[in-house]
C-alpha cells in the first residue's frame, strides 16, 4: 500500500492540519484572500478593440480584473510575442475606460519599471516561477504579485519561490495553480486542485486557480471553475477573447465573453452558496 506522508507522524490519527490564518492581499480596493475574485482578460493584447470590448464585457459580468498580455512567453521565438509597450497602452486605456485593475505578465527583472507604470499585479508565469533575480526584484516592490506555480513545480518549490519574494518585504503574493505536466494528452495541462487544499495548511497566502492554461480545453472551463470553487479557491483567472478562433495565442482554451457570462454567474451561484462573498 502506498503511504500517505502522515503516517507516522500521528497527523493520521489526529486529521488534517488546522488551515492557517489567511492572509488577505489588497488589490485597488478588492480583498484578495476575503473576497472571492474573478479576473479576466485575453490570453494577449492584440489591439485596442479586441482588448476594450473584452474588458467591457468582462467588467459587465462583475470581474474584478482584466488580464493581459503584453509580452508572452512562446515557447518559439518566432511566435506572437505579445505587442509590448504599445499593449501596455492599450492596457492603461482599458484601465481608464472600465475602472478594472491590470494584470500582466513581467519576464525579466529589467521590465518592472516599464510594466509597472500600467500593472495594478505582476503576473509571474509558470515559466519564470524560479527566475530568482525577477522574484527578487518584485520583492522589492510594493505591488501584489500572481505567482503562477511552475508546470513541473512541487508545493515546496512554489513555496520557496514566494519566499523570494516575501524576503524582499513585498507581502503580497497570490499564488496561482495553472497545472501541471503529466502523462495525461487529453487536456494541456493536469489542473492540481488539490494543492488548493494542501497549500492551505502551508501558507497564508491567497490561492487562485487558473483552469485555462490548467486545461487548455474551453469546454473544460467551467466545470474545472466550479471545482475550483468547491476546492476552496480565492479565485478564478480565466481567458476571455471576442472571437477564439481567431486569437494569436492559446485560440482552444479562450471563452467567448457570452460563455464568460454564463461561467460568472455559476461561479457566483456557488460562491454563495458556500457561504463565501464575490461582490
Ligand atoms: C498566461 O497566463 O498567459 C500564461 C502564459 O500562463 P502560464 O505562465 O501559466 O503558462
Ligand atoms: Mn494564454
Not at 482578460?41 to 503584453?70: D, F, I, N, Y
Not at 490548467?214 to 478564478?236: C, E, K, Q, W, Y
Amino acid at each position: 500500500m502506498e503511504r500517505n506522508g502522515d503516517f507516522g507522524s500521528g497527523r493520521a490519527l489526529a486529521g488534517p492540519a488546522p488551515p492557517l490564518p489567511r492572509r488577505v492581499v489588497d488589490v485597488s480596493g478588492h480583498a484578495v484572500g476575503r473576497d472571492f475574485v474573478l479576473i479576466a482578460g485575453p490570453c494577449a493584447v492584440e489591439s485596442p478593440e479586441q482588448t476594450l470590448l473584452t474588458a467591457r464585457r468582462v467588467k459587465a459580468a462583475g470581474a474584478h480584473m482584466l488580464r493581459g498580455g503584453a509580452f508572452k512567453p512562446r515557447t518559439s521565438p518566432s511566435a506572437f510575442q505579445g505587442l509590448g509597450a504599445r499593449a501596455l497602452e492599450i492596457l492603461r486605456a482599458a484601465r481608464d475606460d472600465t475602472g478594472l485593475a491590470i494584470v500582466t505578465e513581467v519576464m525579466d527583472p529589467r521590465q518592472i519599471g516599464e510594466i509597472g507604470e500600467v500593472a495594478d499585479v505582476f503576473q509571474v508565469g509558470s515559466r519564470n516561477m524560479q527566475n530568482f533575480p525577477l522574484l527578487r526584484e518584485l520583492g522589492r516592490t510594493d505591488r501584489p504579485v500572481l505567482l503562477k506555480r511552475g508546470m513541473n513545480a512541487t508545493l515546496d518549490e512554489w513555496l520557496g519561490a514566494a519566499d523570494y519574494v516575501l524576503a524582499g518585504g513585498n507581502d503580497r503574493v497570490i499564488l496561482c495553480e495553472r497545472g501541471i505536466r503529466t502523462f495525461e494528452t487529453c487536456t494541456r495541462n493536469t489542473l492540481d486542485l488539490s494543492i488548493v487544499p494542501a497549500a492551505r495548511t502551508r501558507t497564508p497566502l491567497p490561492v487562485i486557480v487558473d483552469p485555462s492554461h490548467g486545461t487548455g480545453r474551453d469546454d473544460l472551463i467551467l466545470p474545472m471553475s466550479l471545482a475550483a470553487v468547491a476546492a476552496g479557491a480565492d479565485g478564478l483567472l480565466i481567458e476571455v477573447h471576442p472571437d477564439p478562433p481567431r486569437a494569436w495565442s492559446d485560440a482552444q482554451q479562450q471563452l467567448t465573453p457570452d460563455a464568460f457570462d454564463a461561467l460568472a454567474a455559476a461561479v457566483r451561484a456557488l460562491v454563495a452558496h458556500l457561504g463565501g462573498t464575490c461582490p
